[in-house]
């Protein structure tokens, strides 16, 4: 098991209303990136965070948003959800200098109704 | 743009048989590729990567091996044991400073004892 957490581990929301999911990176890691996996794919990428910015950014709308605090939790944000915004949210934390290496954390079940 | 394709998207062997996963790039910028497995319920898990300077890694009973030239990495598993079965998903990267992994679909592995 990796030291990222998540919370919630689930959470069942309505169409158009707004969700936070929030992680803890691993002790010694800087850098968060988040992920969207539907039932049966691949994680895509959303975003990574930097030194509280956001670094990088995947085919996603404006209404996925993030925020990275001084000791490296990250949280995120999406607004307006629709129902195709269900699924798994992983956050991943890496070493310093060290981006590319994702270690993740067990995922928030968002389900839109 | 950026594309992994990974098969086969299931795969079923005796315990004690060895496994193998493939996995192909489409950017020949890419030059990191970590391998990924998901249990049921979990976020993925780091259990190899390997860099586009080294030809092949080995830890224990899995190895990867990279071959640039046709853009395709493999995952290589012997002796399999039933605790092997789970969901194997290849990556690539190819940007240093964003740390965006690209996944494949997944290959969902079955060790029968």
């Known amino acids: 098991e990796t030291g990222v957490t998540q919370s919630p581990t689930h959470l069942i929301k309505t169409r158009g209303q707004q969700v936070t999911l929030r992680c803890s990176s691993q002790?010694?890691?800087?850098?968060v990136s988040w992920y969207q996996q539907a039932l049966g794919q691949g994680p895509q990428f959303i975003f990574q965070?930097?030194?509280?910015?956001?670094?990088g950014r995947g085919n996603f709308p404006p209404r996925f948003s993030g925020l990275q605090f001084p000791n490296y939790s990250s949280e995120l944000n999406v607004n307006a959800l629709e129902l195709d915004d269900s699924a798994l949210y992983l956050c991943?934390?890496?070493?310093?200098?060290?981006?590319?290496?994702?270690?993740f954390g067990p995922g928030t079940r968002l389900l839109v109704l | 743009g950026e594309n992994v394709e990974q098969h086969p998207s299931t795969l079923s062997v005796q315990e004690g048989d060895s496994a193998v996963i493939k996995c192909t790039y489409s950017?020949?910028?890419?030059?990191?590729f970590p391998w990924y497995k998901q249990e049921l319920g979990k976020g993925p898990q780091l259990i190899i990567d390997?860099?586009?300077?080294?030809g092949e890694k080995k830890d224990q009973r899995i190895a990867v091996t990279l071959n640039k030239t046709a853009k395709h990495f493999s995952l290589h598993i012997t002796e399999t044991q039933p605790e092997d079965s789970a969901v194997y998903f290849c990556?690539?990267?190819?940007?240093?400073?964003?740390?965006?992994?690209?996944f494949g679909q997944g290959t969902t592995l079955q060790v029968k004892p």
């Open positions: 965070y930097y030194r509280e910015e956001e670094n």
């Open positions: 991943a934390s890496s070493p310093r200098g060290e981006g590319r290496v994702q270690y």
């Open positions: 990556a690539a990267s190819l940007e240093r400073n964003t740390g965006k992994l690209i």
């Open positions: 950017d020949s910028a890419s030059n990191y």
């Open positions: 390997i860099r586009s300077n080294v």
């Open positions: 002790s010694g890691h800087n850098t």
